[in-house]
Antibody, heavy 118, light 107 residues
Framework: QVQLVQSGAEVRKPGASVKVSCKASGYTFSNYGITWVRQAPGQGLEWMAWISVYNGDTKYAQKLQGRVTMTTDTSTNTAYMELRSLRFDDTAVYYC???????????WGQGTLVSVSS | EIVLTQSPATLSLSPGERATLSCRASQSVGSYLAWYQQKPGHAPRLLIYDASNRATGIPARFSGSGSGTDFTLTMSSLEPEDFAVYYCQQRSNWPRTFGQGTKVEIK
């Protein structure tokens, strides 16, 4: 069965970086893109970015451009999202999800809480 | 970017009642509109893709309609497990965008 398993919760200080992983199983990793979505406490869903696992093509939300980088490792079927220069308002649950280009987001990871606190 | 506006923000209904949720796009998204359900503490779940197609395992009481700029999610008869927050999302243009959500709560 398709699964996306994310890394555990992180706490960072403002200005630091965080890297969240998303390990995929149960399907051919390179056949689907990976989308990252975040949700601040009590707020709605915010689309962040998408990466093609097949060719590495990326798309980013303009507000995050320059601070976020997505990568994939096809040897371990793992996607990564790195967010730099963290601010207090980056505190959120970060989700990875399968799809986002020609397909909707049909499988999601369990979410990773990133807390930015001094 | 395409702005999706959902209405109402909150819908208060009783089990067994019909729920109708709206999503309006700031420009045409064709049929590239999906609906997701989210329960507290859980990841979102895909309900409807391409405006009107139920995702795998989604009960027939959920239906989607619309095209262009106006879309509707209908739940024909609410079950207790349907009380949740619902989001629409477009994949017509980059960046992809979500609506702000509609909370369906028990009256």
């Amino acid at each position: 069965q398709v699964q996306l398993v994310q890394s555990g919760a992180e706490v960072r200080k403002p200005g630091a970086s965080v890297k969240v992983s998303c390990k995929a199983s149960g399907y051919t990793f390179s056949n689907y893109g990976i989308t990252w979505v975040r949700q601040a406490p009590g707020q709605g869903l915010e689309w962040m970015a998408w990466i093609s696992v097949y060719n590495g093509d990326t798309k980013y939300a303009q507000k995050l451009q320059g601070r976020v980088t997505m990568t994939t490792d096809t040897s371990t079927n793992t996607a990564y999202m790195e967010l730099r220069s963290l601010r207090f308002d980056d505190t959120a649950v970060y989700y990875c999800a399968r799809g986002g280009d020609s397909r909707d987001l049909d499988y999601w990871g369990q979410g990773t809480l990133v807390s930015v606190s001094s | 970017e395409i702005v999706l506006t959902q209405s109402p923000a909150t819908l208060s209904l009783s089990p067994g009642e019909r729920a109708t949720l709206s999503c309006r796009a700031s420009q045409s998204v064709g049929s590239y509109l999906a609906w997701y359900q989210q329960k507290p503490g859980h990841a979102p779940r895909l309900l409807i893709y391409d405006a009107s197609n139920r995702a795998t395992g989604i009960p027939a009481r959920f239906s989607g309609s619309g095209s262009g700029t106006d879309f509707t999610l209908t739940m024909s008869s609410l079950e207790p497990e349907d009380f949740a927050v619902y989001y629409c999302q477009q994949r017509s243009n980059w960046p992809r965008t979500f609506g702000q959500g509609t909370k369906v709560e028990i009256k």
